[in-house]
């Protein structure tokens, strides 16, 4: 059954820690994405990766890191240095063929800072 | 700076009345339209999306939206919604350029609550 898979799906953190959520894919999609959700604030874009080992930010990157190392994997560390982390986190990924341009959304994972 | 709005936030009907959804965005080039929708407790899906031809399209579950580019608007419609159709709806658009990154631009999303 192809898609995304997103872990852990609920996350708590101390303040000061860094936590990094998962996220893998089967799809063999090149593109991937890290998007926030709050309520009241839509999607906003974190990171995103079109190919192995390249990333570039988003709208609101600073605060977090990602790796691209593997075509099926885009993990998103949570830093200290975010601000309000607390949020729900969704992954999706994109075949970016012509004409095509439809995101496939994991599940999300919602964390949560103490 | 390229922006999406939704106008209503949180919208409460009762079964069988109709539903418009309203969405405008800010950019004069050439867009691809998405709504998305998120029922509780599930992945945010596609629900219908434009990228060129008949400016009124068709997606599931009986929904339909129009793209009237003069007014920059891609609403959202249903004739008669059901209380299944409770749920939060995401407006998007993607910038059409030279760089396929297939980055999405949403809005702040509307919680439709459909009371049976």
């Known amino acids: 059954d192809g898609g995304i898979t997103q872990s852990p799906k609920y996350l708590f953190r101390k303040e000061g820690q860094n936590v990094t959520l998962s996220c893998e894919q089967n799809l063999n999609h090149d593109a991937m994405y890290w998007y926030r959700q709050d309520p009241g604030q839509g999607l906003r874009l974190i990171y995103y990766?079109?190919?192995?080992?390249?990333?570039q930010k988003g709208d609101i990157a600073e605060g977090y890191s990602v790796s691209r190392e593997k075509k099926e994997s885009f993990p998103l560390t949570v830093t200290s240095a975010q601000k309000n982390p607390t949020a729900f986190y969704l992954c999706?990924?994109?075949?970016?063929?012509?004409?095509?341009?439809?995101?496939?959304f994991g599940a999300g994972s919602r964390l949560t800072v103490l | 700076a390229q922006s999406v709005s939704q106008h209503n936030h949180h919208v409460i009907l009762s079964e069988a009345a109709s539903l418009e959804l309203g969405c405008n965005y800010s950019y004069g080039g050439t867009v691809n339209l998405f709504w998305y929708v998120q029922y509780p407790g599930q992945h945010l899906q596609l629900l219908l999306k434009?990228?060129?031809?008949?400016?009124l399209v068709k997606g599931i579950k009986g929904f339909e939206a129009e793209f009237i580019k003069s007014k920059f608007s891609f609403n959202l419609r249903k004739p008669s919604v059901q209380w299944s159709d409770t749920a939060e709806y995401f407006c998007a658009v993607k910038l059409r350029g030279s760089s396929n990154t297939g980055k999405l631009i949403f809005g702040q999303g509307t919680t439709l609550q459909v009371k049976p």
């Open positions: 434009y990228f060129s031809g008949d400016p």
């Open positions: 990766s079109q190919i192995v080992n390249d990333f």
């Open positions: 999706a990924s994109l075949l970016p063929v012509a004409g095509a341009n439809v995101l496939t």
